[in-house]
């Protein structure tokens, strides 16, 4: 995986980032309703994964309404 400049992974789920939280005063963005492209329900946020060199989210994860757990490119949100 890509490493940060000290050896750890560089792109985490946020609760295993040592560094890193969503600020109380941000939207908690994990239970969250997740609308696919033609307004139908695709599941909902499960986890924000973040990356702990630029310290940016980039991705979240969805447990989709078939139960499998999917990244989504916070791009494309």
């Known amino acids: 995986?890509?490493?940060?400049?000290?050896?750890?992974?560089?792109?985490v789920p946020i609760a295993q980032s040592h560094e890193l939280v969503i600020?109380?005063?941000?939207?908690a963005l994990i239970g969250w309703p997740v609308i696919d492209a033609n307004k139908q329900n695709?599941?909902?946020v499960s986890?924000?994964?973040?990356d702990q060199s630029e310290?940016?989210?980039?991705y979240l994860e969805v447990e989709?309404?078939?139960g499998r757990k999917?990244?989504?490119?916070?791009?494309?949100v």
Do not use: K, Q
Request: no cysteine.
């Open 1 to 11: 995986p890509d490493l940060t400049f000290d050896g750890r992974p560089r792109i």
């Open 23 to 27: 600020d109380h005063n941000d939207p």
């Open 42 to 44: 695709a599941g909902r």
């Open 47 to 50: 986890d924000v994964w973040v």
């Open 55 to 58: 310290h940016i989210i980039r």
């Open 64 to 66: 989709t309404t078939t």
């Open 70 to 76: 999917v990244l989504v490119p916070m791009g494309v």
